[in-house]
């Protein structure tokens, strides 16, 4: 294969989207190694990631057979295949995420584990540098036969992304060296003339141009382009179909733009962005709201029990908005990430990180619980991968300074674009409290730019440096603090967090003369273990009474709850007939306190009744 004469990144410089190299791109990641992530808020969840939740989704793989498959090919094991004929990107996903974890931290038994099921990935790969567990035997000659359907080539990307985060992890080329030869494998097979279809699942795309970043072969990258003018992303004017599928399409033009510049490109990136953000997202950051296929509905239908809103695509519209961010630089892609993390993602995995939700209702009257396994095993690897690869989209760099997106208790030990040595150390409560303590440490006093994500969620912000207030806070932008920062410097950046209630575009019916709770980054619910007695589907707020809030350590793994008065039909009311002549029933209601608790922490005590809008008067 021809290398093009683009700068490659030392593998343990690079980050989680590598995009240090982009032409078209305006800050650079920061690797995941460089972050350690301190005592706070997501501290924890990665520690239960890597002692629980890999362990346990690896013996999960292995008694359904997922890894058996691959040594059946390699004749270390007689057996029958199993699965559908996608599990192969279930195991790419479990080793990515675990690669990810030896990015942070040494572990013994995570690098031991990682390293037996990759010898096992690639002891069964042909000679051709074909690998798929599925098309073997009788349908090996059945390569590529339907790919709308079928994904093969959604399997080939995922193993092309978890070679690269296993290489940069170790600096080991084992996994890579078996991806490059089926990413050199498919060059020869698609293309103009040849096979010109696309897989019905898009992943292919964003790993071809990482792979591309990777090993600076420029094939892999015209071959993303080629798959991206099959689909005729360009011209594309909505988000229309499968939730997860569209949002990985979008990711991989962004990628595909970061490198080409190509504007066609990026203008159908921005137009799908806006038709998401302004019409089609939850306030959760979940996307698709459509059981029917997984799919995103019409504008404004958002509908809230039966909401879709698959992990897979909560993480989807993360990939998606960190690529944005990257190439533009601007606020309000952080905001989406965040808005999402704490509330459509972290709402699919449970609390001592072994069970998971598929979908990720908005409203719950009926008995719905997470499960440590599904058939269809998508979303527990890809939760395990997120929260993995987490630190990695905490700070980037420009060639003006150093850009803060995100907060928690972290100390980031990196450099400036030209070389220079700066940490950084948080200090917070974050997203409990909105005080943050920045202390900035350069190896000697340096000029450079400190840029502070302003939440838009946030009126009022202010920033100290030393005790001398800054000037110019605005909300959903970035706060440039440029001056010669000495070791030794402290910035406290103070974030008002009142308790602010949200609603809807009147468009969304579903959500008419109803009210959402958001503290800070954190949209809550009202769950029915916090309110006995409550009958929570005609629970109803009491929208002028005084909101408190009121950390509780002890519940749910700490949590600030919310306190709110609200009315409830008292109990014996003669609702009537379902159909009736308006304003014939009139329900005598009772006061009673109800508290709210973090929507992504329900369902963790057990069945329960859930909602997060409620009805206001």
């Known amino acids: 294969m021809v290398r093009s004469k683009a700068s490659l990144v030392n593998w343990r410089d690079a980050g989680v989207v590598s995009t240090s190299g982009s032409p078209y791109c305006k800050l650079r990641p920061v690797p995941i190694r460089a972050v350690q992530m301190l005592p706070g808020f997501w501290k924890p969840r990665m520690d239960a990631n890597r002692q629980q939740s890999i362990p346990a989704l690896l013996q999960l793989l292995e008694e359904h057979g997922v890894v058996d498959n691959f040594r059946r090919l390699s004749g270390r094991k007689e057996v029958e295949r199993r699965g559908p004929y996608f599990t192969d990107s279930d195991l790419y996903k479990w080793i990515e995420a675990a690669a990810f974890v030896l990015q942070s931290e040494d572990d013994p038994k995570i690098a031991r584990m990682l390293d037996e099921v990759i010898d096992d990935v690639v002891a069964a790969q042909c000679e051709d540098g074909y690998l798929n567990t599925f098309f073997t035997g009788e349908l090996a000659d059945q390569r590529f036969r339907n790919l709308p359907g079928e994904h093969e080539l959604y399997c080939a990307g995922h193993l092309f992304q978890a070679a690269i985060a296993h290489h940069r992890a170790t600096g080991s080329r084992k996994l890579l060296d078996a991806a490059t030869r089926f990413a050199d494998y498919l060059t020869t097979i698609f293309g103009p003339g040849k096979i010109e279809t696309p897989d019905g699942h898009p992943e292919i795309e964003m790993a071809l141009v990482e792979l591309y970043r990777t090993t600076g072969t420029r094939g892999y990258l015209d071959l993303a382009g080629f798959f991206l003018s099959l689909q005729k992303f360009a011209d594309k004017q909505a988000m229309e179909g499968h939730a997860v599928r569209a949002a990985y399409l979008a990711s991989g033009g962004a990628d595909y733009y970061a490198e080409s510049g190509h504007r066609t490109i990026i203008d159908a990136v921005e137009r799908l962005w806006a038709d998401t953000a302004e019409g089609k997202m939850y306030i959760t950051g979940g996307l698709g709201s459509r059981y029917d ?298 006061q009673t306190a109800l508290t709210a608790i973090p929507y992504y922490a329900w369902a963790n005590r057990g069945p329960s009744e859930m909602t997060v809008w409620i009805p206001g008067r």
């Open 293 to 590: 296929r997984e799919a995103f509905g019409w504008p404004y239908e958002l509908p809230n029990e039966r909401a879709y809103a698959e992990t897979c695509a909560g993480i989807a519209n993360i990939f998606w908005n960190w690529r944005m961010l990257a190439i533009e630089g601007e606020s309000r892609f952080a905001d989406v990430m965040e808005r999402t993390l704490y509330n459509g993602f972290l709402s699919g995995v449970s609390l001592d990180g072994t069970h998971y939700f598929y979908m990720n209702p908005l409203a719950c009257f009926c008995e719905l619980r997470r499960q440590p396994w599904y058939d269809t095993t998508c979303c527990p690897p890809n939760v395990e991968r997120m929260i993995a690869s987490l630190p990695g989209c905490f700070y980037s760099t420009s060639d003006e300074g150093i850009w803060a997106h995100l907060y928690d208790n972290s100390r980031l030990n990196w450099h400036l674009e030209d070389g220079r040595k700066v940490s950084l150390e948080q200090k917070t409560s974050y997203p409990w409290d909105g005080s943050v303590e920045i202390a900035v440490s350069p190896e000697a006093p340096t000029e450079f730019a400190l840029f502070l994500r302003i939440p838009g969620w946030c009126e009022n912000a202010s920033v100290s440096i030393g005790g001398e207030a800054q000037r110019g806070v605005p909300p959903g932008e970035y706060l440039k603090l440029e001056r010669t920062w000495k070791p030794g410097d402290v910035v406290h950046l103070e974030l008002p967090m009142p308790v602010s209630l949200q609603e809807s575009d009147p468009r969304v019916r579903e959500n008419t003369a109803s009210i959402a709770i958001q503290r800070g980054p954190v949209i809550y619910c009202v769950e029915s273990p916090d309110n006995p007695g409550v009958p929570i589907r005609d629970v109803e707020l009491l929208i002028g009474d005084e909101f408190c809030a009121e950390f509780k350590p002890g519940l749910l793994g700490g949590v600030t709850v919310v306190r709110a008065k609200g009315l409830h039909p008292a109990p014996g009311q003669n609702r009537g007939l379902l159909y009736r002549e308006f304003g014939s029933v009139k329900l005598e209601m009772e």
